[in-house]
């Protein structure tokens, strides 16, 4: 149980990040632009995290192989 929440941990950090900056944030072009990067970038890291589940890793190590959700019909570059 605190693997998993653990694992998530990332995702939370971000969140709160992202709560910080609406509430305390400057709110220029940059700023604006910042948020909406952020807002479609979010949602497909989260997705991306519960699909790999246990093979999700900061670093490039092969686990084992995906076989389900978008990385199972990505295939990696064999150069």
Same mark, same amino acid.
């Given at each position: 149980?605190?693997?998993r929440i653990l694992r998530w941990t990332d995702?939370?950090?971000?969140v709160l990040l992202v709560a910080t900056a609406v509430r305390f944030g400057p709110? /220029? /072009?940059?700023w604006y632009a910042? @948020?909406?990067v /952020?807002?479609?970038s979010l949602?497909?890291?989260v997705i991306?995290?519960?699909q790999l589940g246990t093979a999700f890793s900061g670093r490039p190590v092969?686990?084992? @192989?995906?076989t389900r959700g978008l990385y199972a019909k990505i295939r990696p570059d064999s150069s």
């Open positions: 149980m605190v693997k995702v939370v950090a971000c709110r /220029t /072009t940059v910042g @948020l909406l /952020t807002a479609v949602p497909l890291w991306a995290r519960g092969a686990r084992h @192989l995906v």
